[in-house]
């Protein structure tokens, strides 16, 4: 198995102390009880009993029911202890849903597109016992359980657990990350983010059968959400949802890898995950949209994103061996996005699936951002495995891309690029990845589509126009990053506070994890779905705060695997004090800085491994940094290159 010794190095390192573990909502235990009792129905005494294992037990009179809050989204398998029932024909039901709009002794939210699931069903009329189910009854995720009797027997249920089951492989509460600031709404977020991912990674073999399957006879009623699928190799993979889908997508990759890989770093669920793709690479090289049982379409986008997983995986990790064994794969596969570039210097995508946005085709500017990113990581990626034959042809490719999409697609009245030649839409997410991969050409012009796109928000986030009257926090995440890249950490921030703060308080929200989407009047409305019950309320794609506030806000960004060498370049915009770190194989790095004012700092300082060297940028500021070994490095114009050790600011 390459670089498992690699992968590992930042569970060691972090193990000994984990800064705020207070901020957290991972549990310390796996076997988890409800929190509190959200309602009750018809008869039922005792129900508080359930809150807590007390021994007394509830006692369900008849027809009736208890709604069961977890006081967070969780996921699992739920048993049921029950001490008697005074008929054999009983039954006691459980459905399960993420948000409270769903809460029913009927139905759970749903998994699939034909409407709410059925519920789990246990013959407790057999007697006194644990009843658990099979394991692919296990729920991925909710935050709301309620158990219901259906008939006129009595029952005395004693006590309601769930065997939490994401995360398989991690110590919950051992992240290898953190993040603090003097804005608490703002630390929850990073936090909650980094839960997201948690319950996003699950034991392989427990993936979405995707079909209805109904060869159970066990139970008195079918279920239509079998979690038995075996999606990837290994013992933990990342996914794109705790509920539904879990599956592997490489688009919700291109914002969840990085969040992962700076908060809990579960590195091998990413490369398993990414592993799965790269086994289903076809012989002309296009890589899937979606791992297996997926088989629906191809996306060009999401091609793109398998090969940006990969690019990431290795900067995070360091594993050569890895990336090397996967080399022949990756070039095929930027040999295959190449073939659709034409004279225009652009590719002209004839794929239209992508992250369910409308009129993804022609020389589209998000598929040719991506594509241009794709193009300048993989020369860097050949450099570090010293395989640079392509980069030639690779760069000047990428030089046409970047020709193109100015002039063909650049709106100057508007301040934004058109989302291809026959439309007059700017989209979110080609603007945002125009920023992101440097297709602007200017400072100025990357300004002007940060105030563009900010200009348009709402009062609950930031729109995607080209997928209707949604929001996107997948696309809102690289948004984050375009801003702090524009040099706008407020807007970045402002966003965050905006688009996340509701996603995290607001009653309909699970308040511990990130919704896949919504709508821009702010309900749970998604416009690519029919069935609002279907969205994901813990969606890894959703989670890019945790690591733009990690890369931006506190400004610790690697610039060669694992941070052999590093850039520290803080941009805490109205953030007064922030303290952050992350873990590689190399070892800690952090930033803690105070402002008391203004630009000027009161506080700076900085710890990378000894052996690394780095960049370190503070605009406008004149100083000294002094290691703690008594080295002293000058600030020139707010830059100084210094090796890797711990350093503080001694100000002009």
Same mark, same amino acid.
């Not at 008195?220 to 990837?232: A, D, L």
């Not at 860097?380 to 030089?399: G, I, R, Y």
């Not at 060669?560 to 922030?578: D, M, R, Y």
């Not at 630009?599 to 002094?626: A, D, K, M």
């Given at each position: 198995?390459?670089?498992?010794?690699?992968?590992?190095?930042?569970?060691?390192?972090?193990?000994?102390?984990?800064?705020?573990?207070?901020?957290?909502?991972?549990?310390?235990?796996?076997?988890?009880?409800?929190?509190? %009792? +959200?309602?009750?129905? /018809?008869?039922?005494?005792?129900?508080?009993?359930? %809150?807590?294992?007390?021994?007394?037990?509830?006692?369900?009179?008849?027809?009736?029911?208890?709604?069961?809050?977890?006081?967070?989204? %969780? $996921?699992?398998?739920?048993?049921?202890?029950?001490?008697?029932?005074?008929?054999?024909?009983?039954?006691?039901?459980?459905?399960?849903?993420?948000?409270?709009?769903?809460?029913?002794?009927?139905?759970?939210?749903?998994?699939?597109?034909?409407?709410?699931?059925?519920?789990?069903?246990?013959?407790?009329?057999?007697?006194?016992?644990?009843?658990?189910?099979?394991?692919?009854?296990?729920?991925?995720?909710?935050?709301?359980?309620?158990?219901?009797?259906?008939?006129?027997?009595?029952?005395?249920?004693?006590?309601?657990?769930?065997?939490?089951? #994401?995360? *398989?492989?991690?110590?919950?509460?051992?992240?290898?990350?953190?993040?603090?600031?003097?804005?608490?709404?703002?630390?929850?977020?990073?936090?909650?983010?980094?839960?997201?991912?948690?319950?996003?990674?699950? @034991? *392989?073999?427990?993936?979405?059968?995707?079909?209805?399957?109904?060869?159970?006879?066990?139970?008195?009623?079918?279920?239509?959400?079998?979690?038995?699928?075996?999606?990837?190799?290994?013992?933990?993979?990342?996914?794109?949802?705790?509920?539904?889908?879990?599956?592997?997508?490489?688009?919700?990759?291109?914002?969840?890898?990085?969040?992962?890989?700076?908060?809990?770093?579960?590195?091998?669920?990413?490369?398993?995950?990414?592993?799965?793709?790269?086994?289903?690479?076809?012989?002309?090289?296009?890589?899937?949209?979606?791992?297996?049982?997926?088989?629906?379409?191809?996306?060009?986008?999401?091609?793109?994103?398998?090969?940006?997983?990969?690019?990431?995986?290795?900067?995070?990790?360091?594993?050569?061996?890895?990336?090397? #064994?996967?080399?022949?794969?990756?070039?095929?596969? %930027?040999?295959?996005?190449?073939?659709?570039?034409?004279?225009?210097?652009?590719?002209?995508?004839?794929?239209?699936?992508?992250?369910?946005? +409308?009129?993804?085709?022609?020389?589209?500017?998000?598929?040719?951002?991506?594509?241009?990113?794709?193009?300048?990581?993989?020369?860097?990626?050949?450099?570090?495995?010293?395989?640079?034959?392509?980069?030639?042809?690779?760069?000047?490719?990428?030089?046409?891309?970047?020709?193109?999409?100015?002039?063909?697609?650049?709106?100057?009245?508007?301040?934004?690029?058109?989302?291809?030649?026959?439309?007059?839409?700017?989209?979110?997410?080609?603007?945002?990845?125009?920023?992101?991969?440097?297709?602007?050409?200017?400072?100025?012009?990357?300004?002007?589509?940060?105030?563009?796109?900010?200009?348009?928000? /709402?009062?609950?986030?930031?729109?995607?126009?080209?997928?209707?009257?949604?929001?996107?926090?997948?696309?809102?995440?690289?948004?984050?990053?375009?801003?702090?890249?524009? /040099?706008?950490?407020?807007?970045?921030?402002?966003?965050?506070?905006?688009?996340?703060?509701?996603?995290?308080?607001?009653?309909?929200?699970?308040?511990?994890?990130?919704? @896949?989407?919504?709508?821009?009047?702010?309900?749970?409305?998604?416009? *690519?779905?029919?069935?609002?019950?279907?969205?994901?309320?813990?969606?890894?794609?959703?989670?890019? *705060?945790?690591? $733009?506030?990690?890369?931006?806000?506190?400004?610790?960004?690697?610039?060669?695997?694992?941070?052999?060498?590093?850039?520290?370049?803080?941009?805490?915009?109205?953030?007064?004090?922030?303290?952050?770190?992350?873990?590689?194989?190399?070892?800690?790095?952090?930033?803690?800085?105070?402002?008391?004012?203004?630009?000027?700092?009161?506080?700076? #300082?900085?710890?990378?491994?000894?052996?690394?060297?780095?960049?370190?940028?503070?605009?406008?500021? @004149?100083?000294?940094?002094?290691?703690?070994?008594?080295?002293?490095?000058?600030?020139?114009?707010?830059?100084?290159?210094?090796?890797?050790?711990?350093?503080?600011?001694?100000? #002009?």
């Amino acid at each position: 198995m390459f670089g498992a010794t690699l992968l590992l190095l930042p569970l060691v390192a972090a193990a000994s102390h984990v800064p705020y573990e207070e901020y957290i909502l991972a549990p310390s235990s796996r076997d988890l009880f409800p929190a509190s %009792v +959200y309602q009750v129905n /018809g008869s039922v005494t005792n129900a508080n009993s359930l %809150v807590q294992f007390s021994g007394k037990g509830a006692t369900f009179n008849g027809v009736s029911s208890v709604t069961l809050d977890f006081g967070k989204n %969780v $996921a699992g398998l739920v048993s049921l202890d029950v001490s008697s029932a005074s008929s054999s024909s009983a039954f006691l039901s459980v459905t399960f849903t993420e948000s409270s709009l769903w809460i029913s002794s009927e139905y759970s939210d749903a998994t699939g597109n034909s409407g709410f699931d059925r519920p789990l069903w246990f013959n407790v009329g057999k007697g006194a016992g644990k009843y658990t189910p099979a394991t692919k009854f296990q729920r991925g995720a909710f935050r709301y359980l309620t158990v219901a009797s259906n008939t006129s027997a009595t029952v005395v249920l004693d006590a309601l657990r769930v065997n939490l089951t #994401s995360a *398989p492989d991690q110590n919950l509460r051992k992240y290898t990350g953190w993040f603090h600031s003097d804005d608490e709404l703002i630390n929850k977020i990073w936090y909650a983010g980094a839960y997201t991912n948690q319950l996003c990674t699950i @034991e *392989p073999t427990a993936g979405d059968s995707i079909t209805s399957q109904s060869d159970d006879i066990s139970l008195p009623e079918m279920n239509n959400w079998y979690n038995n699928y075996t999606i990837t190799n290994g013992t933990s993979t990342i996914t794109d949802g705790a509920k539904r889908d879990r599956l592997v997508w490489p688009g919700d990759m291109a914002i969840s890898l990085e969040s992962i890989a700076v908060s809990t770093g579960d590195l091998y669920s990413i490369r398993m995950g990414l592993e799965s793709l790269f086994i289903l690479q076809q012989a002309d090289g296009r890589l899937p949209y979606a791992g297996t049982p997926f088989s629906f379409g191809a996306s060009y986008t999401y091609h793109l994103h398998n090969l940006i997983g990969m690019s990431f995986l290795y900067r995070f990790s360091g594993d050569k061996a890895w990336a090397l #064994s996967y080399w022949d794969q990756y070039v095929l596969g %930027v040999k295959w996005a190449l073939e659709s570039v034409d004279s225009t210097g652009l590719a002209n995508v004839t794929l239209s699936a992508d992250w369910l946005r +409308y009129g993804m085709g022609g020389h589209n500017i998000e598929a040719n951002s991506i594509l241009y990113f794709v193009l300048n990581e993989a020369q860097d990626l050949a450099k570090e495995l010293n395989q640079t034959s392509m980069n030639p042809h690779w760069a000047s490719v990428a030089a046409g891309v970047k020709s193109g999409a100015n002039k063909l697609l650049w709106d100057s009245s508007a301040g934004m690029y058109r989302d291809n030649q026959t439309t007059s839409l700017h989209p979110q997410d080609g603007n945002t990845w125009a920023i992101k991969a440097n297709i602007t050409q200017s400072e100025t012009q990357r300004k002007t589509i940060s105030a563009a796109l900010k200009a348009r928000w /709402g009062p609950y986030g930031a729109p995607a126009p080209e997928a209707g009257a949604t929001i996107s926090p997948f696309i809102g995440g690289f948004e984050l990053q375009a801003h702090y890249i524009a /040099g706008q950490p407020n807007a970045a921030l402002d966003l965050l506070r905006l688009q996340w703060g509701y996603m995290l308080l607001d009653s309909k929200m699970t308040q511990s994890t990130f919704i @896949e989407g919504y709508s821009t009047d702010g309900s749970i409305h998604y416009a *690519p779905y029919i069935d609002d019950a279907r969205i994901s309320h813990a969606h890894g794609w959703s989670t890019g *705060p945790t690591y $733009a506030l990690t890369a931006y806000a506190a400004g610790i960004r690697f610039t060669e695997p694992a941070g052999k060498s590093w850039i520290i370049a803080p941009q805490p915009g109205n953030l007064t004090t922030v303290d952050a770190g992350l873990a590689s194989a190399h070892g800690i790095f952090s930033v803690a800085l105070q402002r008391s004012s203004g630009e000027r700092y009161s506080w700076f #300082s900085f710890s990378t491994p000894s052996s690394t060297t780095g960049i370190v940028q503070l605009p406008g500021i @004149e100083g000294i940094l002094i290691s703690r070994t008594g080295q002293r490095v000058r600030l020139v114009n707010g830059t100084a290159h210094v090796p890797g050790g711990t350093w503080k600011l001694q100000s #002009s």
